[in-house]
Structures are given as structure tokens and as C-alpha cells.
T-cell receptor, first 114, second 115 residues
Framework: GNSVTQMEGPVTLSEEAFLTINCTYT??????LFWYVQYPGEGLQLLLK?????DKGSNKGFEATYRKETTSFHLEKGSVQVSDSAVYFC?????????????FGTGTQLKVEL | DAGVIQSPRHEVTEMGQEVTLRCKPI?????LFWYRQTMMRGLELLIY????????DSGMPEDRFSAKMPNASFSTLKIQPSEPRDSAVYFC?????????????FGPGTRLTVL
């Protein structure tokens, strides 16, 4: 079946540090890949997405590249801010037979300190 | 657009009581999802609807849980009777299902506490 594996958190960084949150997936066919962010007390929001191999999704300084050869979709940001503190979820959607159903990873909490 | 609307935002009830959570999806969206989030189990998909029809309810934990979508603009998730282990944040999400615009939009959630 489909699955998403994320690195364990929490990840604690100083402001302006480089961020990488690893995400790998297992799926048949060609899934779409997503990163969602959840700020404290809120629902999940789409951060970025990629729908085919080698696509790069980007938003708010975050980016992730769909790597089919390594089945990965790692999230990166060059310089994090305190306001980026949140929980980040990697997810996939396999169109064929999966409808609009998303498979989520367990989430990685990011804490950014001054 | 107002986004996905959920009510109530917080619910505190006693074990054995019936709980009803409500969701209004984004207008024009044809898919609706109910999730449960806990520290122990993370984010779990309970059920989802397409064009008001339940497509996959394999995540519904047991018969105490039921969900309905009587029309395109309203859905309910009911727990009867409620138990302390049902305490969680319940999210509703909707999506348009259109190619290239298939992301899910989440509501703010309902925090349920069962005493």
C-alpha cells in the first residue's frame, strides 16, 4: 500500500539556519506529493506540491523536489524564521484508484529559536 | 471565500453522551474528508465523501462513529456514545477534485474532550 515516512521531530534550529526535513514514500504508479504545514491551534495548510518526477514545488522560501529515483520529497529552506515554527506533514495522493485521498506522514515539529 | 467552516470549535462532554460535529465545505468542492488528530496516533482519515456519497469509511474506528453528508454544503460526524478515548481534534477538509487543483483545504478543527 501507500505510505509516507518522515524524519522524527522535534527539529530545533536557530533563526537563519538551513532546514531540511526528510520525506520518503512508497507508492505504485506516479503519485502527487505535498507538504502541508500546521501552525499551533490551526488546521493544516498546503505549503507546496509537485505532481510529476523532477518537479520542484516552492512557496514562502520553502522548496521540495520530486525525486522518483530515490522516492523522496525532502523539504528545504535556506534561512528559517521564528514564524516558521510549526508541524510539517508530507503527503501523497495516488490518483488511480485513490480518488482524492491523501496518505500523510506522521508530521515533523520544527522549533526555531532566536 | 470563508474556507471550510467547522462547529463547534471546542466541545466538552461526558462519557456516554452523543456528540455531533459539523462541517461546511468550500462552495463548489465535491470531496469532503473527516480526520482525527491525536498525539498518539497522529492524523487519521476517518471517512471521505465524493459528490455526497461515502467512498471510503475504512478509517471509522467503530460503530459508535457515523458520518453523513445530506447535501453538498453540509456534513456531520456523530459519536454515540462518546468515550474518553475519543478525545482528539477532528478536522474536516474539502477539495475540488479538479486536475491540478486537487489540494485539500482544512477547517480549523473541533477540539473534543470527553470526560
Amino acid at each position: 500500500g501507500n505510505s509516507v515516512t518522515q524524519m522524527e521531530g522535534p527539529v530545533t534550529l536557530s533563526e537563519e539556519a538551513f532546514l531540511t526535513i526528510n520525506c520518503t514514500y512508497t507508492a505504485t504508479g506516479y503519485p502527487s506529493l505535498f507538504w502541508y504545514v500546521q501552525y499551533p491551534g490551526e488546521g493544516l495548510q498546503l505549503l507546496l506540491k509537485a505532481t510529476k518526477a523532477d518537479d520542484k514545488g516552492s512557496n514562502k522560501g520553502f522548496e521540495a523536489t520530486y525525486r522518483k529515483e530515490t522516492t523522496s520529497f525532502h523539504l528545504e529552506k535556506g534561512s528559517v524564521q521564528v514564524s516558521d515554527s510549526a508541524v510539517y506533514f508530507c503527503a501523497l495522493r495516488r490518483l488511480a484508484g485513490g480518488g482524492n485521498k491523501l496518505t500523510f506522514g506522521t508530521g515533523t515539529q520544527l522549533k526555531v529559536e532566536l | 471565500d470563508a474556507g471550510v467552516i467547522q462547529s463547534p470549535r471546542h466541545e466538552v462532554t461526558e462519557m456516554g453522551q452523543e456528540v455531533t460535529l459539523r462541517c461546511k465545505p468550500i462552495s463548489g468542492h465535491n470531496s469532503l474528508f473527516w480526520y482525527r488528530q491525536t498525539m498518539m496516533r497522529g492524523l487519521e482519515l476517518l471517512i471521505y465523501f465524493n459528490n455526497n456519497v461515502p467512498i471510503d469509511d475504512s478509517g471509522m474506528p467503530e460503530d459508535r462513529f457515523s458520518a453523513k453528508m445530506p447535501n453538498a454544503s453540509f456534513s456531520t460526524l456523530k459519536i454515540q456514545p462518546s468515550e474518553p478515548r475519543d478525545s482528539a481534534v477532528y478536522f474536516c477538509a474539502s477539495s475540488s477534485g479538479l486536475a491540478g487543483r486537487d489540494e485539500q483545504f482544512f477547517g480549523p478543527g473541533t477540539r473534543l474532550t470527553v470526560l
